[in-house]
Structures are given as structure tokens and as C-alpha cells.
């Protein structure tokens, strides 16, 4: 089998821009909007109220217990026979936020569960009500026990966005299976689309070091 | 703050009456009664298990006893109805309760994302709204008299567990607690510094601690045990299934704490009489009445606390 490098070369620019203008922000946002899913679920999972804390683990299982393409599918072709259509962008972010609040909201729970009661008591000692030493006290250190599994979740997020092209989507794998059914160069362009999520992937591990160095700055680690 | 009434000696600042807590079988605080004068220091002293972190808990609301009714600087809370309660409302009678109090953990508990300074202003920033600059300039002058002022910016774990104490204490103080400052004493301080910790606290007026296994050698007089009303007293060493512990009371003298002699507990054993107080609770004096300060204690021998006065509020 012989390489077509003209054409490699020639699509790179292409799936880098649809990367850049569909995968990249489809996964930030769907993982900001997540996360306030997530650290919600959380407090609510933690929450004295059994109503409140009950709705939030029915919610986390459903997450976790059903496929994400079913998600997708479910927002996009299924709400539509109940009179709800939408976009194919807001169903991507939908369906991808919901996905990842299942998954980010046991991981915040558990983070938060590792910070020591000391740490509660010294803030409420010091006067604070729940919420404040929550913000102030709880989560700044919740924070670096989380961020090693949610950096997990956010790169999943990145290669999961591109089922959203079975919604029609228009982010990088979609953008290869265009390219690939015109040119009929299918293994050369799936795999430069699997390198280029390997790309995205490295940058993001890289980000994660950075963070990681920095949230352990106050704490004396064993290394 | 509350005014005067806590002025007039016979109230009792911090009193304790009837609380009592059980963890499942296991009945730890047994209809316990303590009255604290203003000025006065109490070290509450037993054998491990027997009860007296969940008493001093119970005074800051980190514990809540199924029984029984605590004052602090004229807020009383009755932990009783406090169990029928809704929460939002429990949470709130704790916090009344807290305000009035501020303590120092065995482990620090020093919040590790925050500077020294930051730990110290914290509470006074944050939840009592004062202005920034003051807090910081409180903050300041009381970790000077500690000696940590070369370590206002520095993180907790920089710090040696000496040194954690001490900011775990100026924490505490910082809160500006009205009735009483408890603290567990663990760790020693080698004694100079121990020293200077106790005058800290002890003189201007503000809650204290004592120190651990020297006590003896703190400026802090004993007068022997006597077990007011707590149960269990005269029990035997080595029953360690029951409730029992002491409370040893020093009467400061004009607000300042003057040189004294070693607790003494009756039932333990000879080596044990010598331990100090694992647990030590001390209710703020006036300021003192002695300008000279404290007559074992000079602060124009020791450099580091020479501006140790009590800076004009």
C-alpha cells in the first residue's frame, strides 16, 4: 500500500480547522457546563435532604448505566416526536454535558469526601457556615484531589465528541468521513484523524502536569 | 460582643450544665457541670478515652451532646431541643454558640492552600467583615509575640509542628473570642517559646491554653484537682471503661498568671501526677492589672516579644 502524502498533507489543514472550529469547543464547553452539572450532583449527593440527595443519584445512574450514543440519539432524532427539535450543536452539547456530569459528579463527591473533617471543623471553628467553608475551605482542596480523574474524563470527552458526528455535527471525524468517501482514501484518513486526537490527547496531558504542579504547590507531596 | 455582665465575677462567663453524650453504649460525658470565671484557667485533665475532647468540642458545637445546655459569653445553647430541632435551626445555634469561642485542634487543622497570614485572617476577613488592613495589622502583632512574623507569607507545610501550633493558637486568637479560647495541648514548645505562648495569651486578655507535659513550668498556678461536680471522681487509674476526669483550676491573679506549683490529680498514678493536663481551658482576665507584667516572665529579656503589648484596639 502506497501513501498518498499530496493528499495527507492536503487534508491536514481541513480536519485541523474542523478541530479547532467543531471538536475543540464542542469539548470545552459540553466540559464547563459538565462540571457545574457535576460539582451539583455532587453537593446534592452529599445533601442532609433525602429527596434532594435521591434525585442525584438517580440522575448519576441513569448517566452512567446508559450509552452515550443513546444520549445523543435520544436528544436529536428522539425529542423531536415529542415537538422539541433541536440543532444538531445544542443536542451535541446537551447530550455531552449530561454525559459527563454523570461521570465528573462521583469524582467531585469523592473528592470532596477526601478532604479531612479537620479541615470542615477548623472552618466552622473559625465561623464560617457550610456554604462559605465549602468554597472557601473544602473545594480549593477538593480541587487537586480531582484534577488527575477529571483530566481523564475531559481527554475521554475530547474522542468522545466524535460520535456527535452520527448527529451530523460538523467536527473533526465527521470532517475525515467527508473527505474519505470524496477521495475513497478511507484508512489514510482515519488515521490521520486518530493522530490528531492523539495530538489534542499529548497537549492536554501537558496541561494536566501544569495543573497538577500547580495545585501541589502548598502541599508537600512524596514524589 | 457581649457587654458587662460577663464583668461582674459572679457570673460565670462559659458554664456547662447536665451535658451529657453517648456514643451508642458507650456513655462518654455523664451529666457534666463546669462554671468558668472570668480570668480563671482550667485544665481538664484524664486518661485517654474518658471524655474530654467531647467536652471541649461540645463548647465550640463540633460535638453535639444529647443533653444539657451551654453558655458562652451569654449565649446558651440547649443541645437537648437542639436534637428536635431542624437542621438549618441547629446549625444555627452552633454557629451562635462558635462565635463565641474559638479553639485550637490537636492536629492544627491549619488550612493548607492559605498562607500563615491568610489562615490567621481568614475568620476575621471573611466571616466577621473586618477590614482588611486591620485584621492583617492584628495579625501581624499576634504573630509577633508568637515569633512567627518572619513566617506571615510562608505555607503550613513549611512550618514544623512547633511552629503549626503556635499558628493554629494565633488563629484562634485572631477570632477575638470573647468568653474563652480552649485548645488542646499536645505538643510542647521548648520552654522559652512556651513561655512566651502562655504570656501571649495569658496577659492580654484574650483566651489561652496550656501547655502540655511542663506545665509545671508554666506560669500557671494550680490549685490541686477538684473534680466540681464532674463524675468519676477519686475513681481509680487503669478503670478505663468509666467517665472520669478532673478539673484543675488557677485562679489568675489580677489577670496575670502568676508562677505555680504541678497538678495534681489524686488517682493517678506517681509517674502520671507529673503529666500536665492534656487538655487546657482558659477564660481571658481583664487586662492586667500589673504593668510590670508577669514576674517570671520578662519581656525585656526576650527580644522577640518586647513589643508584645497589647497592641490599642
Aim: aromatic share 6%.
Amino acid at each position: 500500500m502506497t501513501i498518498d502524502w499530496p493528499l495527507f498533507w492536503d487534508s491536514v489543514g481541513p480536519l485541523a480547522a474542523a478541530a479547532i472550529a467543531g471538536t475543540i469547543p464542542l469539548a470545552l464547553v459540553s466540559f464547563a457546563l459538565g462540571m457545574v452539572l457535576a460539582v451539583a450532583a455532587a453537593l446534592a449527593r452529599l445533601s442532609r435532604n433525602r429527596l434532594i440527595a435521591g434525585v442525584a443519584r438517580l440522575y448519576i445512574s441513569v448517566i452512567r448505566g446508559t450509552p452515550l450514543l443513546v444520549h445523543l440519539f435520544v436528544v436529536f432524532y428522539g425529542l423531536p416526536s415529542l415537538g422539541l427539535t433541536i440543532d444538531p450543536w445544542p443536542s451535541a452539547i446537551i447530550a455531552l454535558s449530561l454525559n459527563v456530569g454523570g461521570y465528573a459528579a462521583e469524582v467531585v463527591r469523592a473528592a470532596i469526601l477526601s478532604v479531612d473533617k479537620g479541615q470542615w471543623e477548623a472552618a466552622y471553628m473559625v465561623g464560617m457556615p457550610r456554604r462559605t467553608a465549602l468554597r472557601r475551605v473544602i473545594l480549593p482542596q477538593a480541587a487537586r484531589v480531582a484534577t488527575p480523574p477529571l483530566s481523564n474524563t475531559f481527554i475521554s470527552l475530547v474522542k468522545d465528541t466524535s460520535l456527535t458526528s452520527l448527529i451530523l455535527v460538523s467536527e473533526m471525524f465527521r470532517k475525515s468521513q467527508e473527505i474519505a468517501a470524496f477521495t475513497q482514501e478511507f484508512m489514510l484518513l482515519y488515521v490521520e484523524a486518530g493522530l490528531l486526537y492523539w495530538v489534542i490527547c499529548l497537549a492536554l496531558s501537558t496541561g494536566q502536569s501544569a495543573m497538577e504542579r500547580r495545585l501541589d504547590r502548598h502541599v508537600a507531596v512524596a514524589r | 460582643m457581649s457587654p458587662s455582665p460577663a464583668n461582674t465575677p459572679a457570673e460565670p462567663l462559659l458554664s456547662v450544665s447536665a451535658v451529657s453524650k453517648a456514643f451508642g453504649d458507650h456513655q462518654v460525658l455523664r451529666a457534666v457541670d463546669l462554671e468558668v470565671a472570668r480570668g480563671e484557667v482550667v485544665a481538664i485533665i484524664g486518661a485517654s478515652g474518658s471524655g474530654k475532647t467531647t467536652l471541649l468540642r461540645s463548647l465550640n458545637g463540633l460535638e453535639t451532646p444529647d443533653a444539657g445546655v451551654v453558655t458562652a459569653g451569654g449565649v446558651a445553647v440547649d443541645f437537648g431541643a437542639l436534637a428536635a430541632a431542624k437542621p438549618a435551626l441547629a446549625d444555627r445555634q452552633r454557629a451562635a454558640l462558635r462565635d463565641k469561642s474559638a479553639m485550637v485542634f490537636q492536629h492544627y487543622h491549619l488550612f493548607p492552600h492559605r498562607t500563615v497570614l491568610q489562615n490567621v485572617t481568614e475568620g476575621p476577613i471573611v466571616v466577621q467583615k473586618r477590614p482588611r488592613e486591620e485584621a492583617e495589622r492584628e495579625a501581624y502583632a499576634l504573630l509577633k509575640r508568637v515569633g512567627l512574623s518572619d513566617k506571615a507569607d510562608a505555607y503550613p507545610h513549611r512550618l514544623s509542628g512547633g511552629q503549626q501550633q503556635r499558628v493554629g493558637i494565633v488563629r484562634a486568637l485572631a477570632l477575638k473570642p470573647e468568653p474563652a479560647a480552649v485548645r488542646r495541648a499536645h505538643v510542647r514548645p521548648r520552654s522559652g517559646t512556651r513561655r512566651r505562648c502562655v504570656a501571649a495569651h495569658a496577659r492580654p486578655c484574650r483566651g489561652g491554653m496550656d501547655h502540655g507535659r511542663g506545665h509545671a513550668r508554666t506560669p500557671i498556678r494550680t490549685r490541686g484537682c477538684h473534680a466540681g461536680g464532674l463524675p468519676g471522681r477519686g475513681q481509680r487509674a487503669g478503670d478505663r471503661s468509666a467517665t472520669r476526669y478532673s478539673v484543675s483550676r488557677a485562679r489568675s491573679a489580677r489577670g496575670s498568671l502568676s508562677a505555680g506549683s504541678r497538678t495534681r490529680c489524686k488517682w493517678q498514678s506517681p509517674r502520671r501526677r507529673r503529666r500536665c493536663p492534656q487538655w487546657a481551658l482558659m477564660v481571658p482576665s481583664r487586662p492586667s492589672a500589673r504593668p510590670g507584667g508577669h514576674p517570671r516572665w520578662n519581656p525585656r529579656r526576650t527580644p522577640d516579644v518586647a513589643h508584645s503589648r497589647q497592641p490599642k484596639e
